[in-house]
Every structure is written in structure tokens, then in C-alpha cells.
């Protein structure tokens, strides 16, 4: 299912046209009332969701470079 979402300051729109889901309209508009500032989500920890989930990205490619790193020497050695 591709699910292709356009975002603007005031409303959200999904494009459900490549789903395979039955059709009950092609686009559906969510008013910016759902949107995270209005569920008491502050400033702050919007910016510590962020922090954290770059943090996670940054030690994910950390590990995967080690991986890559060792796997690179294992084949080198035989």
C-alpha cells in the first residue's frame, strides 16, 4: 500500500489512489486540530522527541558502520 501524504500549515491530506483498499473517497482532510500541538505535546518535548530520535539514527549508523568495518576485515583475513 503507498500511501503519499503533502502536509501544509493548516491541513493534512492523504492520497489513498495507489492503495488497494477499498475506496470511500480519494482524499482525506484531517483538520490541523489533530495535529501534535493541540494532544499538549510543548515546544520542549517536541525538541527532546527529536533529539532522541536523531540520537538513536546517529548510534544505528554507528553500528552498522562497525558491522561493515568487521565484516570488511573477516573477508580481508580469509
Not at 495507489?18 to 505535546?41: A, F, N, R
Amino acid at each position: 500500500m503507498d500511501r503519499r501524504c503533502s502536509q501544509s500549515v493548516r491541513t493534512l491530506v492523504f492520497d489513498d489512489s495507489d492503495s488497494d483498499l477499498p475506496k470511500s473517497g480519494q482524499k482525506k482532510e484531517l483538520s490541523s486540530s489533530l495535529g501534535p500541538s493541540s494532544l499538549g505535546q510543548s515546544i520542549e518535548e517536541k525538541r527532546k522527541a527529536i533529539l532522541h530520535w536523531t540520537r538513536l539514527a546517529q548510534d544505528r549508523k554507528r553500528w552498522r558502520d562497525r558491522e561493515e568495518a568487521y565484516t570488511q576485515q573477516w573477508a580481508d583475513t580469509s
